[in-house]
């Protein structure tokens, strides 16, 4: 039987909630996870039909659906988002003691003008708009050279 209110509702599946995460092993960003649970158990409770069977066992498929679906955007995301801190760090931090020949060997392997661009972007920290006019080129084309540079650099790496 589903409960009166959402604030019951929530009462009475806090705990089932909370074993449902156990399950899963998720203890990392557990109140990220428990809020989503919470939403889970709000749709759940804002769409459950009668005629479909217990509320109880609707609100754990629904909660247990949505904690899965979190998890695997969170698989997804590390698996397409992996940096090695080493190269990272090396383009972080432009100073004094990262002279332009320094940051100029990280983009073998790209033309002379996607490599200006680049260096324009990243090491003299300048605007689309500014890269532009200093190329005497459309900032349209300086994006689309500037993001072909990029996905060449990832792919070589």
Not at 6 to 17: A, D, G, T
Not at 83 to 106: C, M, R, T, W, Y
Request: include cysteine; charged fraction near 25%; charge should be positive.
């Amino acid at each position: 039987m589903k409960p009166n209110t959402f604030e019951e509702c929530l009462n009475q599946y806090s705990r089932m909630i909370k074993a449902t995460m156990k399950k899963l092993h998720i203890y990392k960003n557990f109140d990220e996870y428990y809020q989503i649970g919470q939403i889970a158990l709000w749709m759940a409770y804002q769409q459950y039909q009668t005629e479909k069977g217990s509320f109880s066992s609707y609100a754990y498929i629904t909660v247990r659906g949505y904690l899965l679906n979190e998890l695997s955007k969170a698989i997804k995301y590390d698996e397409r988002n992996v940096f090695s801190e080493q190269g990272i760090e090396d383009l972080i931090h432009f100073d004094e003691a990262f002279p332009l020949v320094n940051f100029k060997s990280f983009l073998d392997g790209i033309s002379p003008l996607q490599k200006q661009i680049l260096i324009e972007r990243f090491y003299f920290n300048h605007e689309f708009p500014q890269i532009a006019k200093n190329l005497n080129m459309k900032e349209s084309s300086v994006r689309s050279s500037y993001r072909y540079a990029l996905k060449r650099l990832r792919d070589s790496k």
